[in-house]
């Protein structure tokens, strides 16, 4: 049983904080039941009512005095990120994404061939996205099989939730970094779902993920062969990079000519469905946005890369896939990024969304950051689609959650960079200055289904 302020997304455009919140959660880590207005010298009561002995339950009671203000939020998704860069996280400044891709990023990838170098990375990936309260992370893994079964391993040890796929690429690509043919890289991708489905057999906590890298990397026998496993595997999700950038949108139409756009081309294959996830969609025509909406395929916008990886200061339209209920995720796409942190996602959605208002004079308003921590929590999880498990405090939803620690302003000690909080500070204002100076330091338990997997 969980005591305190309680601040989650009820829709994109609005939080709702709960003071005095009691909350349950059940052994299988669901939530049975989410009291408001009981006072910590009523709980005793509240749980006499609902016929539960505090003897059988462990209690959290999270102040949120002055003196040491808490409260909970749901748990942050990351909807995309490539596990294998997170060692080469700011790197490459100044490179356009398509040399980016050849100089840095494939040389440090195919570093992923040694399975002990692919453990020792990845332990250090999934532990430092839980510090930063990533409850579920949509992974990238390498091409290698045995690396990205790796992955999936330490996700599942660590206790993360996470969408693991292996990154299918078979052309354009250095010969020392590409899939042999497509049906190797189908057979490797066919075995990885079957060690996933041998450790977690209902993917209650692992989701093997269809990936091709993007169109530029896949012969058009591959795109179709992933395709037809989405479709036979029913209801196995997909992720790829889409509409990134002008240089990489040219380079596709021109090895696909066939295509007029993006959106065709990925749906030609079977490839653009309900549980797609597709990164960046910043450079988006009318008809490709009418596309999206149509197959209802969620969006990961990773406001970070794309202001870093050079190609244009690429602001993604989120105001419009907002106004037309698209799905809208964030992620820190962290090797083309420099962060792995979902705050400074958020933060960074909020800048990127100032410049979006600019450049459409005035019509795309930027974002509230209502809407930044809707993206992060609630909107990652109908991303992914896991938003009847996750992503806010509804009963019957797991208990995805991290309790964050504020200091006040008066702590001399504090370890905290975040700004301290003032007497008189209403729960909106201590949110607010959450939302825009915290950091991992902030985050003092993760919960993944109500068990603590990280604390600070
Ligand atoms: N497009 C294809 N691969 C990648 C990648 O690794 N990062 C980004 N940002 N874009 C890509
Ligand atoms: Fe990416």
């Not at 939730?161 to 190797?184: H, L, W």
């Not at 993007?214 to 795109?223: D, G, M, P, V, Y």
Request: charged letters at 20%.
């Amino acid at each position: 049983m969980f005591h305190g302020t309680f601040i989650h997304s009820t829709s994109p455009g609005s939080i709702e904080i709960v003071h005095d919140g009691m909350l349950v959660v059940g052994p299988d880590g669901r939530i049975v039941h989410f009291l408001h207005d009981i006072p910590v010298g009523g709980t005793q009561t509240a749980l006499d009512r609902l016929s539960i002995r505090a003897s059988e339950c462990h209690i959290s009671i999270i102040s949120s005095d002055k003196s040491n203000p808490g409260f909970l939020i749901p748990g942050f998704v990351d909807a995309h990120n490539h596990a294998p860069q997170w060692a080469q996280r700011g790197l490459g400044r100044g490179l356009q994404i398509l040399e980016w891709l050849d100089t840095v990023t494939f040389p440090n990838e195919a570093k992923f061939a040694n399975k002990d170098y692919a453990r020792k990375v990845y332990e250090s990936c999934v532990n430092g996205s839980i510090k930063q309260g990533i409850t579920t992370a949509c992974y990238y893994g390498s091409l290698h099989g045995d690396a990205t079964k790796i992955l999936a391993d330490v996700c599942l040890e660590k206790g993360q939730r996470a969408f693991i796929g292996k990154c299918n690429m078979d052309q354009n690509s250095p010969v020392y970094y590409t899939d042999v043919s497509a049906d190797e890289s189908l057979r490797v991708t066919e075995d990885f779902i079957s060690h996933v489905r041998s450790r977690d057999p209902t993917f209650s906590q692992i989701t093997p993920i269809i990936t091709p890298r993007f169109a530029i990397s896949c012969t058009r026998e591959l795109l179709k062969g992933l395709g037809e496993m989405a479709a036979v595997n029913e209801g196995l999700p997909i992720q790829t990079h889409f509409n990134e950038a002008e240089s990489e949108i040219a380079a596709t139409l021109s090895l696909f000519p066939e295509f007029d756009n993006e959106a065709d081309l990925y749906d030609h294959f079977g490839l653009l469905t309900n549980r797609t996830v597709l990164a960046h969609c910043c450079h988006m025509t009318p008809y490709e946005v009418e596309r999206l909406k149509a197959l209802d395929c969620g969006v990961a916008h990773c406001p970070i890369a794309n202001t870093t990886v050079g190609g244009g200061f690429m602001a993604a339209p989120i105001r419009e896939f907002l106004r037309q209920d698209i799905k809208v995720g964030l992620g820190t796409d962290s090797g083309g990024g420099f962060s792995s942190s979902i705050l400074d996602a958020m933060r960074q959605a909020f800048i990127v969304s100032n410049a979006r208002e600019m450049m459409t004079k005035g019509e795309d308003k930027s974002l509230s950051l209502e809407e930044c921590f809707y993206m992060a929590t609630l909107g990652g999880a109908r991303v992914c689609g896991i938003d009847h498990e996750a992503g806010n405090f509804v009963v019957g939803k797991h208990f995805d959650a991290l309790h964050i620690r504020m200091a006040s302003v008066e702590e001399d000690e504090s370890d905290l960079a975040s700004t301290g909080i003032e007497t008189g500070d209403g729960m909106r204002t201590v949110f607010e200055k959450f939302m825009m100076t915290a950091d991992d330091r902030n985050i003092a338990n993760v919960y993944v289904r109500g068990n603590i997997i990280h604390s600070s």
